[in-house]
């Protein structure tokens, strides 16, 4: 019984002797300082995307993987693939149209962005591709490089335009080009090509 409880004492110093913090003195004039124990360091793991993601606008969609669990419970492997449809959206920026394989998933979030143009510059899904440095640069990656460099070109042209004292009030409206008006005919209008939208 002795022996048991001296065995249990000398377990619970040793606990203790672990938990208390490091003295170490510095210099014999010098009071001891206290070392905290560093708590281990942890390392967050990544999840490659594939090249495919990388190849359209996936809005962070990817292949996934798991089982197929059936009453048995005998396992077998299969894979879910995000849904992808090839669609052409039109940029107004830089007023052209853009073939893009897009998830469903991406095509509702362009919606709620207000259009492609807004997507491709606010989206992480898009920013985070070009930041992990995943092989070369993605398909929404190029078309938001080329929107960036446009707008910073309208702005410099805009600059210049005030500069030389000349008006910037209709810089604002954005041409869409290719699309035709039906007037009617009885007004003497005729058919117009390209639609003014003001700008917000």
Known sequence: MLQRLSSSFTTCQRAAL????ILTAQSPHSLPTIQSPQPPTTTTQI?????????????????RFGNNVPFSLKKTRRKWSPNVQHK???????????KFKVTTGALRSI???????????????????????????????QVR????????????LKREAVERGESVEGWDRIVLMGKKLKV???NGEEEGEGVIIQGS
């Open 18 to 21: 672990s938990l208390r913090p």
């Open 47 to 63: 999840r490659p995307r594939s090249s495919r993601s990388t190849r359209g606008l996936f809005d962070g969609r990817d292949v």
């Open 88 to 98: 052409v959206l039109y940029s107004e920026v830089l007023d052209e149209l853009i």
């Open 111 to 141: 919606d709620k962005m207000g259009g492609l143009d807004n997507y491709l510059l606010n989206s992480r899904h898009v920013k985070e591709l070009k930041t992990k440095g995943v092989g070369k640069e993605g398909q929404g990656q």
């Open 145 to 156: 490089n080329r929107i960036v460099q446009k707008l910073k070109h309208q702005e410099r």
């Open 184 to 186: 009617d005919g009885d």
